[in-house]
């Protein structure tokens, strides 16, 4: 569902991206939407399936046990990414706390996607090919340091993917893929494996 839009796209320019990201923060975005701005447009995302949020509640909970006291996992934080004039919101972002607490309270900017040192998007049915195509390039573009993909809509089946050290032509060098059942390291600062097993919808 779009909100709102930029003619021909233009979300680049600093005029029409002002104009998208004060429209950006004025919404009232109806409990559990999420509001993204892409291709020079508004986008209203739905509320996720009850597996989705199990999902990201098993990968924020193992997460945790690891995570350096200066790092913080937000579930609702819109990350701009500056060279395309886009903005998300993941299902979960790791950002130091630093970051957080010097943020203007005032405003409900945006953080920038480079700051982020994890990004997790789990697909939905209706979003699964920008989370696999627009938001790898995106996140890879930003220098998000590590991207992870849980894909419950693999054509392989369900998949869980990482993807690290990123491209500035938008893909990443490395990339580690498992599926559903088989563990998932998540290297340094978190040290840690995804028991992709217990996953919802996992078999």
Known sequence: MTAAFVE?????????????????????????????IDE???????????????????????LYA???????????????IAPLGKLYVPDLVVMPTELIAAADPETSDPMDASEALLVVEITSRGNAREDRTKKYRAYARAGVPMYLLIDRFDTRGPMV??????NEDGTFKHTDAVPFGKPLTVPSPFDVQLPTGEFPGAS
């Open 161 to 166: 993917t990482l993807f690290t050290e990123p």
């Open 40 to 62: 020079g447009q508004i986008v209203l995302v739905p509320p996720p399936h009850a597996h989705h949020n199990g999902i990201a509640a098993r990968v924020q909970r193992r």
């Open 66 to 80: 690891t995570l350096p006291e200066d790092l913080e996992i937000y579930q609702t934080l819109g990350i701009h």
């Open 8 to 36: 021909n796209g233009q979300a680049s320019d600093g005029r029409a991206w002002d104009y998208l990201l004060q429209t950006w923060r004025e919404l009232d975005v109806p409990e559990g939407w999420r509001a993204e």
